[in-house]
């Protein structure tokens, strides 16, 4: 299991004592609730459910409130969130805030915890690998869970139970065709379900070639996320989740398990369609939604656009596994953050919580056009998101789940890595020279950093393997 925390944690959680504080008064005027945000899908929420929060801080204080959210796209979010935050510019009262950029952002956000008794988070129907991971930093509560990331395994269920599929599969590899339960069995699959390199009709298409056995994002940006529960999967259980050995701080990606979780990713670009390389999420669930590839790895939404006939062709038959190698990573899981500098803390939290909210989040979570994923104990009961075969799954990935890393300076290391292992893809360098060129930049991170400094961070974020 990934984060062993007791489930029982709001007894942990707030053993803050509970202080009526003196807050900023409430505003008397109109005001407007600036939201920095992830562009695309993971804003929809508050489109949707924004106007319902101004007909409520109305109804119950009176103000008048407008939310002004700024869209950001993905690949650019980290650094210009960080200048902002950084040169204190009050651009936003409110940010996206995921787990792998705390590290940095948390110094220039509001820790909330005596704020709960304003407006509930219910934070004891968090997920607690979650809310340890994400909603926590450094000993403060910064925010409910917005978006409960973890990595499944997808595959086509359908096409796995071809009986001519199976046979022709064990024939092969002299084993049965079924979910991959290995890194080696699922570079297996991708080789036999790829029909250029096979020459088999696997999707009965009449044709060969138009069907590929995996797809996977590359680009820079989700490099870490890919590479990384791969490098999970590899790792012996006395190092499984430590990105560093955590008394040096010499860095393991380096090591055997992340050269093998790095090779892997190179091979499979030979059984994954023309130009994946190049693709971002869009293109990779279009080619998987549009029923042109066997399996993929990627967050649970995608399950439930498979199950949206708007954008997909392959309705009941793209299933979740259990992540191949008995690991998996929690990447993307985030919450909405108040920034320090903002002069409305108090409308700025509520709006954080109720975006938060158990009802606001399990419908996000149930809508396909958004791509948020469930995060409280209450969205993963039985039959609260259906269909059971692509959210049956969920809570059994969360359990082998392990954080990314999430220390000052992680963001730059994930630039880092995906630029390395992006020159490896490409054929320019080998898969060693870039796990060591990975590895040298991030010593020398650390280095200029303070070693004594990220140790303590580094040990802090990864106290749940090392107590």
């Known amino acids: 299991m990934g ?102 952002f948390a110094p220039y956000l509001l820790p909330v915890d005596d704020y709960v008794d304003i407006a509930d988070p219910h934070l004891d129907d968090i997920v607690t690998e979650f809310l340890q991971g994400v909603s926590f930093y450094g000993g403060k509560y910064y925010g409910g869970i917005y978006d409960g990331d973890v990595l499944v395994y997808f595959y086509r269920n ?37 029909e250029s390199v096979t ?40 190092e499984r989740g430590l990105f560093f050995d955590p008394d040096t701080m010499e860095p393991l990606v380096n090591s055997e398990a992340g050269i093998k979780a790095e090779q892997l990713r190179v091979d499979l670009l030979k059984f994954a369609p023309p130009g994946n390389l190049g693709w971002f999420y869009p293109e990779n669930a279009a080619a998987s939604l549009g029923g042109d590839v066997a399996q993929q790895v990627s967050w649970p939404g995608l399950g439930l656009q498979a199950m949206d006939p708007d954008q997909s062709n392959i309705i009941g038959d793209w299933y979740v ?38 009802e606001v989040t399990l419908a996000a979570s149930s809508n396909p056009k958004t791509g948020v994923d469930p995060s409280r104990y209450s969205h ?9 075969h692509v959210y049956g799954l969920v809570e059994a990935n969360i359990a082998i ?12 290391m994930n630039e880092i890595l995906g630029t390395e292992t992006m020159r490896a893809e490409s054929g320019e360098i080998t898969v060693q020279e870039a796990m060591d060129n990975i590895a040298e930049q991030w010593s020398k991170l650390v280095e200029r950093m303070g070693l004594e400094r990220m140790k303590k961070a580094f040990r802090e974020s990864v106290a749940w393997k090392l107590n």
């Open 321 to 358: 596994g259990v992540m191949p190698g008995d690991a998996t990573i929690f990447s993307g899981a985030s919450i909405v953050g108040v920034v320090a500098t903002t002069q409305i803390p108090e409308l700025a939290y509520r709006l954080s919580t109720y975006m938060t909210s158990p």
């Open 3 to 104: 984060l062993k925390i007791k489930t029982t944690i709001i007894s942990l959680i707030l053993v803050v004592t509970m202080v009526t504080m003196s807050l900023v008064a409430l505003p008397a005027e109109p005001t407007v609730i600036n939201v920095g945000f992830h562009a695309g899908s993971l804003s929809v929420p508050f489109y949707n459910h924004g106007p319902a929060f101004v007909k409520m801080i109305k109804d119950e204080l009176g103000i008048d409130v407008e939310i002004n959210v700024v869209e950001i796209p993905y690949e650019n979010y980290y650094s210009k969130m960080l200048i902002e935050l950084a040169t204190q510019s009050g651009a936003y009262d409110v940010i996206w805030g995921p787990a792998t950029y705390m590290g940095d």
């Open 158 to 194: 359908d096409l796995f139970n071809d009986a001519d599929n199976k046979a022709a599969f064990e024939a092969i590899y002299g084993y049965e065709l079924a979910p991959a339960t290995t890194w080696g069995e699922y570079r297996d699959i991708a080789e036999f379900f790829c």
């Open 380 to 388: 993963l009961e039985p039959g609260v998101l259906e269909p059971a």
């Open 199 to 238: 020459g088999i009709d696997v999707n009965k298409s009449g044709k060969i070639g138009d069907f590929w056995g995996v797809t996977e994002e590359y680009r820079r940006d989700r490099s870490y996320t890919f590479w990384g529960m791969k490098f999970f999967g590899y790792q012996s259980e006395e």
């Open 401 to 412: 789940g392990y954080p990314e890393l999430n220390i000052p300076g992680a963001g730059r």
